[in-house]
């Protein structure tokens, strides 16, 4: 996808489609425009009600040939004003705009669009995101992203697949020549990210029998070779392993005939070279039957996503490359699968870890923390600034927050907030739940310094606390994303969450 920005008049310009808006009953100034043009074919949606009034609802209007430069319009609903001046518009109508938008030029046989959400600043009306005003820029990324989203499809194993999107080329039309490139950069990142959340989604879809942990470690080759050396890629497998003590870890992989590794990667971009990094540590369970401990079979194919936590990771490095982010990251991704089998870990069987500490493996379902804990031992020798492991750690989690946010547990309040705030400003939110020390005793073991598991109350807020013994040198944060990384039902499929809260997280780091 192409993406430009121009200041530029909607009369003038030749496209195949120009998108223009409506707040409620009203055009925005391009719609006008158009409809003066075109003796009130927008006006006319409005006054009959084919345009109804909640944000997202859209209608195309084809024009004749002589008509042009544009062959179509698509006339989109931004929805009810906040107030009744109608000044001021909430982020969520107008994302919810965006998003119909693009999914409707995706689904179209348009090439090529102009959209004209920038009125929107020409006007002064105010877009009021989570109590703050979004500035311009916010919203040519937040378009981005959603055409990357919406241009997304799943082909890699259907024998017919759908046809990919006509739609390659995008230009934002700014309203001000002042603001053209700042929007120009949030294009550039909106771009990138929404390509990381694609990536995400791809690898988190792809079936367990294609996904397994090697593929993922050449997946990280891929990523490398592509970056023209910003980033790098390298992994462990089972004898180096061994050879640092990873015990945890390896309990898990070792019921598979899948080998296990430690993916790492490093990206360093331009003007960073001497500084600490920040770490991401991914949960990449390519598929968790339980071990021994055996799930149930109802809706085990989901198990399949239990990787999106490094999909997330990925997604996060592409991300970066594309946009040339002038950062420091290290990944870790720890792969395996969680197979039962004659040589697969037990309920009672102790493990020492890297970090010398031993577990009394009471569950081996309570498999993503003992890959983890290894990870983020390892992530000590790259002296981070900060670490975060994004994981499908719990289903407790589902439970306390549902499909909406992610579970946030730090050991650093600023850190916390950071990515609190992070989530917040890109829309993929997270929510802080507590790391008191009350909640440690419930992984005490009689035979090993601590259990995997923590009994059934707190379930996430334990497998937290079981991870946090293991990051105890520098600043760090948990994700469990276990009720956001994917939908279940119709819409199956992995969402590419929360790559644009860690992309954030990490350009203002
Ligand atoms: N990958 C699962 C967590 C999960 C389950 C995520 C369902 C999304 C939906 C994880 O490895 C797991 O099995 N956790 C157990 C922990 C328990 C044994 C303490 C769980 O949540 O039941
Ligand atoms: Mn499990
Ligand atoms: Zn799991």
Not at 131 to 154: F, H, M, N
Not at 283 to 307: N, V, Y
Not at 420 to 436: I, R, V
Not at 458 to 464: D, K
Request: glycine share 8%; aromatic share 6%.
């Amino acid at each position: 996808m192409q993406f430009s920005t121009k200041n530029i008049d909607v009369v003038a310009q030749a496209t195949q489609c120009a998108v223009v808006f409506a707040l409620e009953d009203k055009l925005l100034a391009s719609a006008k425009a158009i409809d003066k043009l075109h003796g009130g074919a927008l006006s006319a949606l409005i006054a009959n009600k084919d345009l109804k009034p909640k944000a997202g609802h859209k209608r195309w209007i084809t024009l004749a040939p002589s008509k042009r430069p544009y062959q179509r319009v698509l006339l989109v609903q931004l929805g009810k004003s906040d107030d009744k001046k109608a000044s001021k518009l909430k982020s969520d109508n107008l994302l919810a705009a965006l998003s119909s938008a693009a999914t409707a030029l995706s689904q179209s046989p348009v090439k090529d669009a102009t959209v004209y959400i920038d009125d929107l600043f020409s006007q002064n009306i105010t877009v009021e995101h989570n109590g703050t005003t979004a500035d311009p820029s916010w919203v040519a990324e937040q378009l981005a992203i959603a055409v990357q989203k919406a241009s997304y499809r799943y082909t890699e194993t259907k024998s017919k697949p759908d046809a990919k999107p006509a739609l390659s080329k995008i230009t934002y039309a700014s309203s001000n020549a002042a603001r053209v490139k700042g929007q120009r950069l949030a294009l550039v990142r909106g771009a990138a990210i929404g390509s990381g959340i694609n990536y995400t989604r791809e690898l988190g879809n792809l079936p367990p029998n294609i996904c397994t942990p090697s593929f993922l470690a050449d997946q990280g080759k891929a990523l490398a070779t592509s970056s023209s050396s910003a980033l790098t890629c390298r992994s462990l497998d089972h004898k180096q392993m061994e050879k640092l003590g990873m015990g945890a870890f390896l309990s898990v992989a070792k019921g598979s005939s899948e080998e296990g590794k430690l993916i790492i990667m490093e990206y360093k971009g331009t003007a960073v070279a001497n500084s600490k990094p920040h770490v991401l540590v991914g949960k990449g369970i390519t598929f968790d039957t339980g071990g021994i401990s055996l799930k149930p079979g109802a809706a085990m194919d989901e198990m399949k996503f239990d990787m999106c936590g490094a999909a997330s990771v990925f997604g996060s490095m592409k991300a970066l490359v594309e946009m040339k982010a002038k950062v420091h990251v290290v990944a870790l991704i720890a792969a395996a699968e969680n197979m039962p089998a004659g040589n697969a870990s037990k309920p009672g069987d102790v493990v020492t870890s890297m970090s010398g500490q031993t577990i009394e493996i009471l569950n081996t379902d309570a498999e993503g923390r003992l890959v983890l804990c290894d990870a983020l031992t390892y992530a000590e020798r790259f002296k981070p600034k900060s670490v975060v492991d994004i994981a499908t750690l719990t289903g407790a989690c589902v439970v306390a927050l549902g499909n909406h946010a992610c579970g946030l547990y730090s050991n650093h309040q600023p850190m916390a907030e950071k990515l609190l705030a992070a989530g917040t400003f890109s829309n993929d939110k997270a929510w802080q739940m507590p790391l008191w020390d009350e909640y440690q005793k419930q992984l005490d073991s009689n035979f090993a310094d601590m259990a995997n598991i923590g009994g059934m109350p707190g379930g996430s807020i334990t497998a937290a606390c079981f991870l946090s013994r293991f990051a105890k040198k520098y600043h760090w944060a948990h994700l469990d994303i276990a009720g956001i990384a994917w939908q279940s039902g119709a819409k199956k499929g992995a969402t590419g969450r929360p790559v644009a809260l860690l992309v954030n997280y990490l350009l203002n780091a």
